[in-house]
């Protein structure tokens, strides 16, 4: 394939800018990058990465794999605290 073509997943794809994909998924732009940060969004697979500009991929088999890998991300458990007992008591785990 020459560098000019267009690899042919991509042909029925439109691609959006950051700002476009965070509307389309419900959330903030701070959130994509946030996701990007923390690889939950892959370079390569999930966007594409040129200067300071981001595209993503946007259809329907895109947008299904996309959700699918999000789903499979565990929420982080935070520990629950005990609170202080007036001001003399620690913190502590509760069971």
Same mark, same amino acid.
Request: proline share 7%.
């Given at each position: 394939?020459?560098?000019?073509?267009?690899?042919?997943?991509?042909?029925?794809?439109?691609?959006?800018?950051?700002?476009?994909?965070?509307?389309?998924?419900?959330?903030?732009?701070?959130?994509?990058?946030?996701?990007?940060?923390?690889?939950?969004?892959?370079?390569?697979?999930?966007?594409?990465?040129?200067?300071?500009?981001?595209?993503?991929?946007?259809?329907?088999?895109?947008?299904?794999?996309?959700?699918?890998?999000?789903?499979?991300?565990?929420?982080?458990? $935070?520990? $629950?605290?005990?609170?202080?007992?007036?001001?003399?008591?620690?913190?502590?785990?509760?069971?």
């Amino acid at each position: 394939m020459k560098r000019t073509e267009r690899p042919e997943i991509l042909d029925h794809l439109e691609m959006v800018d950051l700002k476009e994909f965070a509307i389309r998924m419900g959330v903030c732009p701070n959130t994509v990058r946030n996701w990007i940060a923390t690889c939950k969004l892959v370079e390569g697979e999930h966007f594409f990465h040129t200067g300071r500009i981001y595209r993503f991929p946007w259809g329907p088999e895109f947008v299904s794999r996309l959700m699918q890998s999000l789903a499979l991300e565990r929420p982080s458990v $935070r520990p $629950r605290m005990r609170g202080r007992q007036g001001n003399k008591g620690r913190l502590q785990l509760r069971p």
